[in-house]
């Protein structure tokens, strides 16, 4: 497992903020109040490891298949449906939304190899990431990636606690499939918008790991 370079800074801060509570708690009143002083050692100790273990990265082997979608984040499937997408497409499109709570691993990964042919900020609202709305009301991040006759749309979504996305992609770009696109922090939703007659290969509620779950493969 490594740490991901998006929570260098974060670490930091709180294992300098870590430090100095514990310090001042145990200079000041662990005379009087020992319990106390142990009690918010303990407490911030797991703030600090949760923190950590956001960042991380774990060491598995993703997957690299040209006849699949893979997944492109850790999390569960909570919609599978046909939507009209109304930025790109403009058309029936098959949806697969991935719900990334802050307890999943948060790197974002390419589904499929190809070209980055659109990239697009979108400012918006903060709703909860499972809210029907939050597809096209939040904050997001969307990528249109082509690999011969097929494309499909990549939309990096915040959630009520995520405020930063962060997208690596620019159009024209080569991208390989289950190499880094991006990284939300604080828990969010990753939607897939995929041609009608895609074979979707999970199910709701299924629990699904970026850059190694197949969610769906391509028509012959």
């Known amino acids: ?52 273990s956001f960042f991380r990265i774990p060491n598995s082997a993703l997957t690299i298949n040209d006849e699949a979608i893979v997944a492109p984040a850790d999390g569960k499937v909570v919609v599978i449906e046909e939507v009209t997408d109304p930025e790109y497409f403009l058309d029936k499109r098959l949806q697969v939304s991935i719900f990334m709570s802050p307890a999943n691993v948060h790197v974002n990964r390419v589904p499929l190899s190809g070209e980055v042919i659109y990239n697009q900020y979108h400012k918006g609202k903060y709703l909860v990431a499972w809210h029907p709305k939050s597809s096209t009301e939040n904050e997001r991040h969307s990528v249109v990636i082509r690999n011969g006759d097929t494309l499909i749309l990549v939309k990096q979504i915040a959630g009520a606690m995520a405020k930063r ?11 390989s499939q289950s190499a880094e696109m991006g990284f939300i922090k604080f828990g969010s939703r990753v939607d897939v918008l995929l041609p009608v007659g895609t074979k979707i290969n999970v199910e709701l509620n299924q629990v699904v790991k970026g850059g190694i779950t197949v969610i769906a493969t391509l028509k012959a």
Do not use: C, D
């Open 1 to 52: 497992m490594t740490i991901h370079r998006e929570g260098y800074k974060s670490i930091a801060i709180g294992a300098m903020v870590f430090g100095a509570l514990n310090l001042i708690f145990f200079y000041f009143f662990s005379a009087n109040l020992p319990a106390l002083a142990w009690i918010i050692f303990f407490v911030t100790l797991a703030m600090l490891l949760f923190l950590i």
């Open 165 to 175: 996305i962060i997208n690596y992609l620019q159009v024209g770009q080569q991208v």
